[in-house]
């Protein structure tokens, strides 16, 4: 195992993980010196290609904005997200993740879980790929938007799918829009960390979509805590430069040669 992941595994219980997505070097070069983790999420679909979901994109995509990412990540563990049509089976999904590797230097990759996908998890993990699990609301499988684990039946459910993603060889879980009881007896039952979204501050670690944090996407449910409110400073700043170039203030001289 690599070191980078043995140190994530050990700061379980001892320090709380910080984990964001990045799709591009611009941010991941900050992301950098305050992350654990990096994840290059399929996100990337909604935020800035525009799609109403994550379910079309590619896997070429994916590696494109994870070489650009990785240029910035020297310290934090980089994670890609794959595909939703990419890991259908073992024999695709270990195709595709080696392609992922090899072309982008990453450190692991990560799939989204329904009921149903515990042997790619497995697989991964008998061809030394280190993977994250995802579970609770899923986009990539999900058709509505629910948070999951509020009933003792769904608790028992999630509870039980953790522990198998867990045995299955994932080396952490990403719960994301799960109920603060269940992220809380998760968290406590597994060895391996894991990282809310949405889902509590008992979980090992948080991650949000940088975008929303910093206000640039839109999109800003009840778990987003906006610390920045970039789309108005990008407004400003546009306003300026338009109102510069119309009155001649833009370029002065000591912007020309
Ligand atoms: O795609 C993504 O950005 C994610 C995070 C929200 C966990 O999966």
Do not use: W
Request: aromatic residues 8%; glycine residues 4%; positive net charge.
């Amino acid at each position: 195992m690599k070191a980078k992941i043995k140190s994530f595994l050990n700061k379980k219980k001892k320090k709380k993980l910080v984990c964001l997505t990045s799709y591009s070097k611009s941010t991941s070069q900050i992301l950098d010196r305050y992350c654990d983790l990096v994840l290059v999420g399929d996100s990337l679909a909604n935020v800035l290609y525009g799609m109403k979901n994550t379910h079309r994109l590619n896997i070429e995509t994916m590696i494109n904005h994870t070489k650009s990412v990785s240029l910035g990540v020297k310290k934090s563990l980089l994670v890609v997200d794959m595909p939703k049509d990419s890991y259908k089976n073992p024999k695709l999904a270990i195709k595709n993740a080696k392609k992922i590797l090899k072309e982008t230097h990453c450190d692991a990759i990560k799939i989204e879980n329904n009921f149903n996908n515990l042997n790619i998890v497995k697989a991964f993990k008998k061809s030394k790929i280190n993977v994250m699990g995802h579970i609770g609301y899923t986009p990539q499988f999900k058709k509505k938007f629910k948070v999951e684990g509020k009933t003792k039946s769904e608790q028992k459910k999630l509870i039980r799918q953790a522990l198998e993603i867990e045995k299955a060889g994932a080396f952490s879980i990403v719960l994301e829009c799960v109920s603060k009881s269940t992220a809380k007896k998760i968290t406590n039952l597994l060895k391996i960390p894991t990282i809310g979204i949405g889902s509590s501050k008992s979980c090992d670690g948080q991650i949000l979509v940088t975008d929303d944090l910093l206000g640039a996407s839109g999109f800003y449910p009840k778990f987003v805590k906006k610390y920045a409110n970039l789309e108005k400073i990008i407004d400003n700043a546009i306003k300026e430069f338009s109102k510069d170039v119309k009155s001649s203030k833009f370029p002065k001289n000591e912007n020309s040669f």
